[in-house]
């Protein structure tokens, strides 16, 4: 299936820049497909979460599940998670309750720790079970709308590896870019390499555009961030639409999300991506005036907006609409980060009709 057989194809275009005809921002939420939603527990139960990724019937219901339940949503995403990458080098992950992903063995010494890791490593043996799942989602799709396929960025894995799940201080990964730079960048280089195969396999399985989630980018100084993320980032950029032209594939719009790198959105904007999303401390119109037209941006509702009651979502969503209008449509809707797991439905969904429905007079007004 190529892009044109997508029946609702209006965030590939915005992603593309091709913004004729569009009469609302196209819209999708991060982690649409999660807690928040009942039907996802339900589907989950109490299996295990990486079970629940490597099953291709479950991941591709739980990746149906907001597409079914919201008609507005404007693509989805295939229900996976970043760490599979770290499993896929040898690495164990685990997911716990309530408290998130674990590593009972981290990277620590470098001497040591990266000959632990598996080289030359074969995406489709190693995570086939995505493609699987990406083929399914497609089929039940039937063309509805496009599906994200995703990665995490080399920086953001590179922390999960050494510090062994969530940080606050980030001390050990933080440790090896200053101690171990160069040993920083060999890990940093292993793991761009995988994502670079991963990535293009998720488009080959049928991915129409991909998100590459810099989650912990902003944890990095602008100068470290040059040094240890974007080069990176640009790498993935830069070698994907080659391997796909190798193939005789249509390139597919890619999108980087950098959390908090505010500091970072000039460069962000010349990293090769179409799209950047964007979280919620950067103020639209200041986004706007720096990427002069040159990306779509993405985003950027404060998610726990969505617990303040109708009145605050419908504020927060004109104040975001308003606040883009100078990007001349090239926006995508989303929140500044997931959706958390205490939101209810029906709020997510009155978010919804408000950026159609705001969006069509905001929209509407820039035409006269
Ligand atoms: C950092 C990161 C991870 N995973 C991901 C990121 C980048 C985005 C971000 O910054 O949030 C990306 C991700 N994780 C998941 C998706 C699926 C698709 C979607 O967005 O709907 C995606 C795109 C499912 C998930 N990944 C996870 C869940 C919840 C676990 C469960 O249901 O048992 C889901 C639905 C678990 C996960 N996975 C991860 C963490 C930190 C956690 C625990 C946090 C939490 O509990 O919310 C790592």
Request: net charge negative; charged share 25%; with cysteine.
């Amino acid at each position: 299936m190529t892009s044109t057989d997508i029946k609702n194809d209006r965030l590939l275009r915005v992603a593309k820049g091709q913004v004729e005809g569009i009469e609302y921002p196209p819209m999708w939420v991060m982690r649409q497909a999660g807690r928040y939603l009942p039907e996802y527990n339900a589907t989950k139960g109490d299996n295990d979460f990486f079970a629940v990724c490597r099953n291709k019937e479950l991941a591709s219901t739980i990746t149906m599940q907001p597409i079914e339940r919201y008609d507005l949503i404007d693509a989805a995403i295939i229900f996976s998670d970043i760490l599979v990458v770290p499993q896929a080098l040898g690495m164990t992950v685990e997911m716990i309750e309530k408290r998130g992903p674990s590593f009972p063995q981290p990277l620590r010494d470098p001497k040591v720790d990266l000959a632990r890791l598996s080289k030359n490593v074969d995406v489709v043996a190693e995570l086939g079970y995505v493609f699987d799942a990406i083929k399914e989602t497609k089929k039940k799709l039937g063309g509805k709308v496009p599906l994200y396929g995703f990665v995490g960025a080399p920086w953001t894995l590179m922390s999960y590896m050494i510090e062994g799940g969530g940080s606050k201080m980030f001390t050990e990964c933080k440790k090896w870019i200053f101690q171990y730079p160069e040993e920083s960048k060999e890990l940093l280089q292993m793991v761009t390499d995988v994502c670079i195969d991963f990535l293009e396999q998720q488009v080959v399985a049928g991915a129409d555009i991909v998100q590459v989630f810099d989650s912990w980018a902003g944890e990095l100084a602008p100068h470290d961030f040059r040094e240890f993320s974007l080069p990176y980032l640009r790498q993935i950029s830069a070698e994907l639409p080659k391997r796909l032209a190798a193939r005789g594939l249509e390139k597919v719009p890619m999108t980087v999300f950098a959390k908090g790198a505010w500091y970072a959105l000039e460069d962000l904007c010349e990293s090769g991506y179409d799209v950047v999303g964007l979280d919620w401390t950067f103020d639209p119109a200041e986004a706007v005036k720096i990427a002069r037209g040159r990306v779509t941006l993405q985003g950027n509702l404060d998610p726990n907006t969505l617990y303040g009651g109708r009145d605050a979502i419908k504020k927060g969503v004109e104040r975001m609409l308003k606040g883009f209008a100078g990007a001349k449509g090239r926006h995508i809707v989303n929140l500044g980060h997931g959706i958390t797991p205490g939101v209810n439905p029906d709020d997510l969904a009155y978010f919804f009709e408000q950026v159609e429905k705001i969006g069509r007079e905001v929209y509407g007004q820039a035409k006269q």
